[in-house]
């Protein structure tokens, strides 16, 4: 594995997902005011359930820190039950009291999507994250970029996989629901983050999960860019690392 990734392998998803909190709180401690990116998914769910109880506890502050977002459908109303607002909002922002013109969301109903990507790349790019949290997709997607020819730089208007569609057809009342494109930030965008915070739990997520650590460096697994980052932090469940784990 790569000397820049540091991999944390945790019992079950209860522990990856204090681990992962805690991981993040030290971060947010030494810079509270700073720029944080944060993904969606059910992965870092229990994640923001753990920090929503450090902040209570009064062991962490959150609430002075700016989010970003990595992602968000296209379109989408930022209302629907299924926008990436809604859930950061009911899942953590809500409850952390973040400030709402400190969380950083594309807009999934932007009257031009191409303008919206462009405009939130300089937004993240310049607001220099400090520690990105990322999920991967069954396919090896971070935030939506998909496996494709190429490696997409800036953030950008992009239209999911199949893959996708049925992998996230499940929060929606019918497939047909899932919106067909999103507004992601684009691989280049993440990688200038400072630090990177994988999360990965699951039997289904160890193939991938192992693609994207040891495997070539490819833009058919998106996620297998992160070998060039030069510090990133991997926590994964037995489930999900059984594959890193046996070599
Ligand atoms: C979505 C998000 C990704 C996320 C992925 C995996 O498509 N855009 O940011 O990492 O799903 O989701 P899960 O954690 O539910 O497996």
Excluded at 78 to 100: R, T
Excluded at 145 to 160: I, K, M, Q, W
Excluded at 177 to 198: F, S
């Amino acid at each position: 594995m790569s000397p820049n990734i540091t991999l944390f392998i945790e019992n079950d998803y209860e522990q990856l997902s204090r681990k992962a909190a805690r991981i993040f709180a030290d971060s947010v401690r030494t810079n509270p005011v700073g720029s944080f990116g944060f993904a969606t998914g059910g992965t870092p769910e229990g994640m923001y359930t753990e920090m929503i109880k450090m902040q209570k506890a009064g062991e962490a502050d959150f609430s002075q820190l700016t989010a970003y977002n990595l992602d968000e459908y296209f379109p989408i109303e930022p209302d629907h039950h299924q926008s990436y607002e809604y859930f950061m909002a009911n899942k953590l922002f809500d409850a952390i009291g973040l400030p709402h013109d400190k969380r950083n969301i594309p807009r999934g109903d932007a009257k031009d999507p191409h303008i919206e990507a462009a405009e939130y790349d300089v937004l993240a790019i310049g607001s220099r994250i400090q520690m990105q949290i990322l999920g991967i997709g069954n396919n090896g997607h971070i935030g939506f970029n998909e496996p494709s020819d190429y490696f997409r730089g800036a953030t950008g208007h992009v239209a999911l996989t199949q893959s996708t569609i049925d992998s996230n057809a499940r929060y929606f009342d019918s497939p047909d629901d899932v919106p067909r494109h999103a507004i992601t930030m684009g691989v280049k965008t993440i990688m200038m983050a400072e630090t990177i915070l994988l999360l990965a739990s699951g039997e289904a997520k160890a193939p991938i999960l192992w693609d994207a650590l040891k495997g070539l460096i490819t833009p058919l697994v998106p996620a297998s860019i992160l070998q060039m980052h030069r510090d990133v932090i991997v926590v994964a469940d037995n489930a999900a690392a059984k594959h890193l784990a046996a070599v």
